[in-house]
């Protein structure tokens, strides 16, 4: 294992060193084509840069000129860079397409989209979709009270929905009536039988008919990473059941009239389209059912579930999807449009609750590479006719690394290296000798590496050579920005920033900051497939290197958690311009130290205090000189205003 300061950068790599190749070739490598949605490309001399949606004739924006802008006044990477031009574009797209599939099919009810706050509830995200989709009366879903708060707390167009889902209690069900006083189009889902009682003695106390909805569990399950919590194994909803039990209190009460919606979810990022299809013809099922139970139902409401294609696969798997938002507008209206004409109903509202469509292209998480622990070596150790006849045998390994031997070459070199480690464990070798049998390892790896890459890294020996790719080491913490990863295995299209117009010679799983095996990305999207090594550059000494994680904008920054006490980083909202230069919107400092201490409970004043006891007794004890204190303190205090992340030395 070396350092990036023990090597040079003409170690044997997978690739010439510096050769050259066209942008588009690595556009190729990395898929950016077939996951970037038409929203990224590579410039001619190699940076990725970002297309302005509403102009694509315009330059693109280099995503490294945006960086070193931001570096310059102060801003370093690791950040979070929200593109509004893209969130503004995705539900731009999401209404189009309901639209236009509403005018083909000849649907005659309407579309209403809700935002569900909690896929990302940051006031940039959550006002700027009201903002802009005020004129379609884009509407927001809440589950939980502070959501609630939030949501009142902006100037929605009087006919866009708010939705309220999720458990309430007395006081968010208060809240949530009387908001209609204020013209707010409120509906209360109901969760549970319960809630109907609560809803019940709240409506009469206040003298209000609410709008409520109820959210009936089906029994279609979908595939995909949320497979287990659909059908009828959901936490949330109705059942077939309850649901009689329902209407018979709602008749019972004489409520029956305040039953507007229906609502069902199956799971986000649903990946096939037979599914969303499946859900939505029962959906239906039940709408005619209640409908001639004399509900007033006029809004259908699907829920979310639109998925992303992640990984640019175009399948049904877990982070692909086999549909277009076209298809899944389409495929909604269609199947609305056959049960309600079967069923001789009017055509309801159709509303949708897509959360990670809308916001998931918008943020990019772009991270700096500090360091690189390298898996190889150029240098060949010297071998002597004293030493032990297993290092002589390790490196002759060298002489059939090639194509047709590579495995049995790969197999031999582990025997022998596992051999030596044996007699080093049990004493019968020292040091020098041990270090360089790992030496000559190293050394035969980069020749396995350069012998793999020309045959494109299939098969079993890519397997193998998994095991043997640089570290790449990252100024972030996966648990804090890309907390999916860690979770649920989710997939980031992730790639270089730059150099893009060289070779990548080298292969990489890129690790964080945290003190935690778990803390690393190990899964890429290549154009090929999924990979276990990102192919990436040598890195050069005292030049950046800048990864970018894309997609990011829905659900993790608010799942991210402190681990090791790394805090939010940076975050940037920028807009484009039609020249092809862009704008900084808004920008939140990261955390800072003093900040995520007090986030666990920690005064940082009394933990100065303390520390400043402590120093002074080392002055009083004679260890530490009154220069020595001044710096000591200075540090703690430097320490307490800096960011968690590694800050560059200035
Ligand atoms: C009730 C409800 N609506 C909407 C969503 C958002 O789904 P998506 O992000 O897949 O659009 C969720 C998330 O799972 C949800 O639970």
């Known amino acids: 294992m070396n350092t990036l300061a023990d090597i040079s950068d003409d170690v044997a790599t997978i690739a010439p060193k510096g050769a050259a190749i066209p942008s588009s070739g690595a556009a190729a490598i990395y898929g950016v084509d077939r996951w970037s949605d038409g929203l990224i490309c590579v410039t001619p001399s190699g940076d990725l840069a970002l297309k302005n949606p509403s102009h694509l004739t315009a330059p693109p924006v280099s995503l490294p000129v945006i960086l070193e802008a931001l570096e310059r006044r102060g801003i370093p990477a690791p950040l979070l860079l929200r593109v509004q031009p893209f969130l503004d574009r995705s539900l731009t797209r999401l209404h189009e397409a309901f639209a236009a599939a509403i005018r083909d099919i000849r649907y005659k009810g309407c579309y209403r989209g809700v935002f569900p706050i909690k896929v990302n509830q940051q006031p940039e995200i959550v006002e700027r979709v009201v903002e802009v989709g005020r004129e379609a009366h884009f509407g927001l879903e809440v589950g939980s009270k502070p959501e609630l708060l939030i949501a009142l707390a902006q100037s929605m167009s009087p006919e866009a929905l708010l939705i309220c889902n999720g458990a309430k209690d007395a006081g968010f069900m208060r809240l949530a009536m009387l908001s209609q006083k204020l013209g707010f189009n409120t509906v209360i889902v109901l969760e549970s039988l319960q809630e109907f009682e609560t809803v019940h003695r709240i409506a009469e106390d206040l003298e209000l008919r609410p709008r409520l909805g109820v959210r009936i569990k089906l029994t279609e399950t979908v595939t995909g990473k949320w497979q287990a919590s659909s059908g009828d194994r959901s936490v949330f909803g109705i059942s077939a059941l309850d649901l009689l039990k329902l209407t018979a209190r709602l008749e019972e009460t004489e409520m029956m009239d305040c039953l507007v919606l229906q609502h069902t979810h199956v799971g986000s990022q649903v990946p096939d389209i037979m599914d969303v299809r499946r859900a939505a013809t029962e959906a239906c099922r039940f709408y005619t059912e209640l409908s001639r139970m004399g509900a007033p139902l006029r809004y259908l409401d699907l829920g979310g579930g639109l998925g992303l294609d992640y990984t640019g696969a175009r399948q049904a798997d877990e982070n692909s999807i086999n549909y277009t938002v076209k298809e899944y507008c389409a495929n909604l209206v269609e199947s609305v449009f056959y049960a309600m004409e079967e069923a001789g109903l009017p055509h309801p509202t159709i509303v949708t609750e897509s959360g990670r469509f809308i916001a998931a292209q918008s943020a990019i998480f772009v991270f700096n590479v500090l360091d690189a622990t390298l898996y190889d070596t150029p240098e060949r150790p010297m071998v002597t006719s004293d030493d032990h006849h297993l290092l002589s045998d390790l490196l002759a390994v060298e002489s059939y690394v090639e194509s047709d031997r590579l495995q049995e070459a790969l197999n031999d070199a582990i025997y022998y290296r596992d051999e030596i480690r044996t007699l080093f464990r049990h004493g019968q070798i020292g040091l020098h000798l041990m270090a360089r049998a790992e030496q000559a390892f190293l050394f035969l790896l980069s020749r396995f590496k350069h012998v793999g890459a020309q045959d494109g890294f299939s098969g079993l020996i890519d397997q193998q050579l998994s095991g043997f790719v640089d570290h790449y080491h990252g100024n972030f913490s996966l648990f804090q920005s890309l907390p999916d990863v860690w979770a649920i295995d989710q997939v980031h299209p992730v790639m270089p920033l730059s150099r893009l117009d060289e070779v990548p010679t080298r292969r990489a799983i890129l690790t ?139």
């Open 512 to 650: 964080d900051l945290t003190c935690d095996s778990d803390g690393k990305i190990e899964r890429f999207v290549l154009a090929d497939g999924m990979a276990s090594a990102l192919p990436v550059h040598a890195l050069r000494e005292g030049e950046d290197y800048h990864i970018g994680v894309f997609f990011v904008g829905a659900y993790q920054e608010t799942l991210g958690d402190l681990h090791n006490l790394f805090g939010d980083p940076n975050v940037v909202t920028i807009s484009l311009d039609p020249e092809g230069g862009f704008d900084i919107e808004h920008e939140t400092e990261g955390d800072r130290i003093s900040e995520v201490m007090s986030y666990v409970e920690y005064d940082p004043q009394t933990c100065l205090t303390t520390f400043r006891k402590t120093v002074e007794r080392a002055v009083k004890e004679g260890h530490v000189d009154a220069d020595e204190r001044r710096m000591i303190m200075a540090a703690y205090k430097d320490g307490l205003a800096g960011s968690t992340y590694f800050s560059a030395d200035r």
